[in-house]
């Protein structure tokens, strides 16, 4: 088999844009704005991360299914449940300090599955 026709298998990106065919975070078409997500389909994933923050700890949230106008009313909503600051960073939220277990109760209080990830 030559190395022309070799099938390549990639994991880097779940969802594609079914006008474009690109990955919807590099997606150029208003499909991916317009699209609902089914909650089912996607699992919230919350992690704590220390590393590069002067040792100050952040909790940081992502995979939400929906629109970056859903996350950022899921932030809102976190900020003052929780009476911490926070913000919208890259396609994820950070809270401000070590909130995973409370992070994890409001999104299953809302329907969304939630994990916790890394360590």
Same mark, same amino acid.
């Given at each position: ?41 996607? %699992?919230?994933?919350? !992690?704590? +991360? ?5 040792? $100050? *700890? ?7 299914? /929906? ?27 950070? %809270?401000?300090?070590? !909130?995973? +277990? ?5 999104? $299953? *209080? ?7 990830? /890394?360590?």
């Amino acid at each position: 088999m030559s190395r022309q026709n070799q099938t390549v298998f990639s994991t880097e990106f779940g969802r594609h844009c079914s006008q474009c065919g690109r990955p919807l975070q590099k997606c150029i078409c208003d499909l991916k704005n317009s699209q609902a997500f089914n909650p089912a389909d996607s %699992i919230v994933r919350v !992690r704590l +991360e220390k590393k590069g923050r002067g040792g $100050k *700890e952040v909790t940081t949230v992502s995979g939400i299914p /929906g629109t970056k106008d859903d996350a950022l009313s899921h932030l809102t909503k976190l900020k003052k449940k929780l009476g911490t600051g926070g913000s919208w960073k890259d396609g994820s939220l950070e %809270i401000q300090g070590n !909130r995973v +277990e409370l992070i994890l109760a409001y999104f $299953k *209080e809302n329907g969304l599955p939630a994990k916790k990830s /890394g360590g």
